[in-house]
């Protein structure tokens, strides 16, 4: 008996990765429209899957040049221009032969995938460690010295300790481990770019947490940065004790 359309369907969206060549194979010569659609999604599901290998494999480019270093620490933060609360560090060691795809600079994934990644990287990292510098630290210090504070702190919380620090752009004073600096390193090296992740979802939840404290200001939209929305409460309530009074001094 000819099967149903709507039974392919369900076959092709059980499938695994690894399933599809032999869901293309059995069905591309099926001439009917909606099946001949299901192969076309199954093939470009597939042609996408290896395209992301091939961007994964590229973005492993630092972590092979210095493959003689034992544990390969990526460091990046998120928050430094928001007005309210604090930067947030992130530090992830991944095993050498790390399989995670999709892995970016967080802020061109989206709000759910980087949620996805963000256990992913959790379950499958050697070690992670975060850094929280609090606003009235960053008003104390400045937010580059809170930064270089943040990243200090999540590679102390690192184990083990690595010997190498791929950080996005910055050196990090104080710390005696062999450092690189890599512009735009969020999207180049998998290592930075699980830092990013892990840092930006951390900070999210904590303004989502914050905004149930002071409604006004949005912070679960917003995440503390200069919406209008933000600073047209900012001007009506005044600052809450996580705002950053070197930040919003040009608003009152």
């Given at each position: 008996?000819?099967?149903?359309?709507?039974?392919?369907?369900?076959?092709?969206?059980?499938?695994?990765?690894?399933?599809?060549?032999?869901?293309?194979?059995?069905?591309?010569?099926?001439?009917?429209?909606?099946?001949?659609?299901?192969?076309?999604?199954?093939?470009?599901?597939?042609?996408?899957?290896?395209?992301?290998?091939?961007?994964?494999?590229?973005?492993?480019?630092?972590?092979?040049?210095?493959?003689?270093?034992?544990?390969?620490?990526?460091?990046?933060?998120v928050g430094?221009?928001?007005?309210?609360?604090?930067?947030?560090?992130?530090?992830?060691?991944?095993?050498?032969?790390?399989?995670?795809?999709?892995?970016?600079d967080s802020?061109?994934?989206?709000?759910?995938?980087?949620?996805?990644?963000?256990?992913?990287?959790?379950?499958?990292?050697?070690?992670?460690?975060?850094?929280?510098?609090?606003?009235?630290?960053?008003?104390?210090?400045?937010?580059?010295?809170?930064?270089?504070?943040?990243?200090?702190?999540?590679?102390?919380?690192?184990?083990?300790?690595?010997?190498?620090?791929?950080?996005?752009?910055?050196?990090?004073?104080?710390?005696?481990?062999?450092?690189?600096?890599?512009?735009?390193?969020?999207?180049k090296s998998?290592?930075?770019?699980?830092?990013?992740?892990?840092?930006?979802?951390?900070?999210?939840?904590?303004?989502?947490?914050?905004?149930?404290?002071?409604?006004?200001?949005?912070?679960?939209?917003?995440?503390?940065?200069?919406?209008?929305?933000?600073?047209?409460?900012?001007?009506?309530?005044?600052?809450?004790?996580?705002?950053?009074?070197?930040?919003?001094?040009?608003?009152?």
């Amino acid at each position: 008996m000819e099967q149903k359309t709507g039974e392919i369907k369900e076959i092709l969206q059980a499938a695994s990765l690894n399933e599809l060549p032999a869901f293309i194979s059995t069905y591309e010569k099926d001439t009917r429209s909606g099946v001949v659609a299901l192969v076309n999604k199954a093939k470009k599901r597939l042609e996408d899957y290896e395209k992301e290998l091939l961007r994964t494999e590229k973005l492993k480019e630092y972590e092979k040049k210095y493959s003689s270093f034992s544990y390969i620490c990526g460091i990046d933060e998120v928050g430094r221009g928001p007005l309210a609360g604090p930067v947030v560090a992130g530090a992830v060691i991944l095993p050498k032969d790390c399989d995670i795809l999709y892995l970016n600079d967080s802020k061109k994934l989206s709000e759910k995938k980087r949620e996805e990644l963000y256990d992913i990287i959790m379950e499958k990292a050697i070690s992670t460690g975060l850094g929280f510098i609090a606003p009235q630290r960053i008003d104390e210090i400045n937010i580059l010295q809170a930064t270089y504070e943040a990243m200090r702190e999540a590679i102390g919380k690192l184990n083990p300790t690595p010997d190498l620090l791929l950080n996005d752009a910055v050196h990090i004073p104080g710390v005696p481990i062999k450092q690189v600096p890599i512009i735009k390193g969020d999207a180049k090296s998998i290592s930075i770019a699980a830092a990013s992740i892990i840092a930006k979802v951390t900070r999210d939840r904590l303004m989502v947490k914050y905004d149930e404290i002071y409604p006004e200001y949005g912070f679960a939209s917003n995440k503390g940065y200069g919406a209008q929305m933000h600073i047209d409460a900012l001007r009506k309530f005044g600052p809450t004790p996580i705002h950053r009074r070197s930040f919003i001094k040009n608003f009152l």
